[in-house]
């Protein structure tokens, strides 16, 4: 079992930047691959972003390549998403979700889910 708990959202202007982190509970954190997940308004929840368990190896989304960076930190049981250079059509809700096994852009292939936090850019 595997609790996720996600803080760092909030309003940002269009251009600036917002860190989110994802605090783990449980054991063996670091034989999980972890993503973020992003649900706008009346929107499916999309991926953002994922790390693999051991290695580090990431995986973007399109429309945040560039602009968006995850990180793990396996000893403090976290993983980050950097979000910079954001822009209005970024605002939704965030979540991280941790699966067993490889990484994947799946929303289906995630076991574990944070409640989410908000984060809404403005123009």
């Known amino acids: 079992q595997v609790q996720l708990a996600e803080i760092g959202g909030g309003l940002v202007q269009a251009g600036g930047s917002l860190r989110l982190s994802c605090a783990a509970s449980?054991?063996?954190?670091?034989?999980?691959?972890m993503g973020w997940f992003r649900q706008g308004s009346g929107q499916e929840r999309e991926f953002v972003a994922g790390i693999t368990s051991i290695s580090g190896r990431t995986d973007y989304a399109d429309s945040v390549k560039g602009r968006f960076t995850v990180s793990r930190d396996n000893a403090k049981n976290t993983v980050f998403l950097q979000m910079n250079s954001l822009k209005p059509e970024d605002t939704a809700a965030y979540y991280c979700?941790?699966?067993?096994?490889?990484?994947?852009?799946?929303?289906?292939?995630?076991?574990?889910w944070g409640q989410g936090t908000q984060v809404t850019v403005s123009s």
């Open positions: 979700a941790a699966r067993g096994g490889l990484m994947s852009r799946d929303r289906g292939h995630y076991n574990y």
């Open positions: 449980g054991r063996s954190f670091s034989s999980y691959a």
